[in-house]
């Protein structure tokens, strides 16, 4: 079974009622238990833009990603982009 973390945004209010913290969650969740995949930990990050990767939880996330010792295969998110709006920033994640 492998590990992975799982990231949740929003940006603003509006956004709560398609795509609310609650909803990503839940959508992680179900995508773990039907992919076997054994959800580490969720960072979430409220009425914060993807603009860039200046987001605390982001931030945990990468720093903990960073360590060899968490042992964790992967991200899983609701969709590309509550993770990130730039493919620029994408890349240099991937990286």
Known sequence: MKNVVGYVRISSASQIDN????????????????HN???VKIY???????KNTDRPNYQDMMEFLS???????????Y???R?????????????
């Open 83 to 95: 993770l990130h709006r730039s493919l620029y920033d994408l890349l240099g994640m991937i990286k």
């Open 19 to 34: 795509t609310s913290i609650e909803v990503q969650i839940e959508k992680i969740e179900m995508y773990c238990s039907l």
């Open 37 to 39: 995949l054994n959800l």
């Open 44 to 50: 979430k990050d409220e009425g914060i833009s993807a």
């Open 67 to 77: 360590n060899k010792e968490s042992n964790v295969d992967g991200i899983v998110v």
């Open 79 to 81: 969709k590309n982009d």
